[in-house]
């Protein structure tokens, strides 16, 4: 924003229920202006939020309180003031994480994240939403494979398609809102317009939990993805309290998803990947996945 900046996350300080929503919208300065909390009596929850035509903003996220069960992908439209104007969710029964939302060439939105299959053999599938401006679904695919997979995080590409980066896991189960895996590798895959798979690539090193959080494009055409790579069952001892290790792992590809680069960086792992005025890019991340720990900022050529 040119007056200021958005802030969108989580609390659960405020608002109805155990987590919500959040938006902030503060000054050039940073000095807050107003914040609001969307959701009810469940675990509600935004990772993105884009500017609308219209003044507005438009969010996106995951809720258990809304929607068909479990936990479905949400958007919420909102005023200039952050005032809700709808909000809408996509799902079924079981649970669909959400993990990343972009605005089309069309002024609609592409929705990724993860879906399971069945609550018994909680096989997991990343699944894509297209929309509207008025959030009205188009369509929707799941993107199967012999693995379990998941998307996050999806960007448009200059042929009218789009490059979804994640994780492609040998063994993998839901817990609530959190994806639980084992063996995993960092995971690309080109879809066209309507959301066929082209192809799909997958990085990374035997026995040992990679996963791509972001993707961005490169000026010469290809993908650079950045993530994390840790040791085997990693994703568990976080959860009890155990001390992992993990490094920043970036993939350079080429057009078609051929690796030209990759390289490992400090403790810790990547959140977000942009690219920077002078072709290069700033990635941003922490030393620990949760819990107490200092940012990462890391600027590549």
Same mark, same amino acid.
């Given at each position: ?5 958005? !802030? ?22 940073? @000095? ?54 709808? @909000? ?47 959030? @009205? ?29 994640? +994780? ?31 192809? +799909? ?39 009890? =309290? ?13 057009? @078609?998803?051929?690796? !030209? ?18 072709? =290069?890019? !700033? ?8 819990? +107490?720990?200092?940012? !990462? ?5």
């Amino acid at each position: 924003m040119n007056d200021g900046y958005l !802030i969108t996350g989580l609390t659960r300080s405020f608002g109805a229920g155990d987590y919500d929503a959040w938006l902030i919208k503060t000054d050039i300065n940073g @000095n807050e202006q107003w914040n609001k909390t969307y959701g009810g009596t469940g675990y509600d929850f935004c990772w993105n939020v884009f500017n609308t035509t219209d003044g507005g903003y438009i969010m996106g996220g995951g809720t258990n309180t809304y929607g068909a069960g479990n936990f479905d992908y949400w958007m919420i439209k909102t005023d200039a003031a952050g005032n809700e104007i709808w @909000n809408k969710t996509f799902g079924g029964s079981d649970s669909e994480l959400f993990r990343g939302m972009r605005e089309t060439d069309d002024d609609g939105y592409i929705l990724v994240g993860f879906v399971t299959s069945t609550k018994i053999s909680q096989k997991v599938y990343c699944w894509l939403v297209k929309t509207d401006a008025d959030g @009205n679904k188009l369509w929707d695919k799941k993107i199967e494979t012999t693995e379990s997979s998941g998307g996050t995080c999806i960007q448009q590409t200059s042929d009218g398609g789009y490059i979804v980066s994640g +994780e492609k896991v040998a063994l993998s189960f839901v817990l609530g809102p959190i994806f639980f895996y084992f063996g995993g590798d960092m995971w690309l895959v080109k879809i066209d317009a309507d959301g066929n798979t082209t192809w +799909e690539k997958s990085y990374g090193g035997k026995l040992l939990e990679d996963s791509a959080r972001c993707v961005e494009l490169t000026d010469e055409g290809g993908y650079i993805l950045a993530g994390f790579t840790k040791g085997f069952g990693s994703s568990i001892k976080q959860k009890m =309290g155990l001390p992992i290790f993990s490094k920043i792992y970036v993939v350079e590809t080429d057009a @078609n998803g051929t690796k !030209i680069d990759e390289k490992e960086y400090s403790r810790g792992l990547c959140w977000y990947i942009d690219r920077t005025s002078d072709g =290069g890019q !700033i990635i941003t991340g922490g030393t620990k996945p949760y819990g +107490e720990c200092d940012i !990462i900022l890391i600027k590549l050529d």
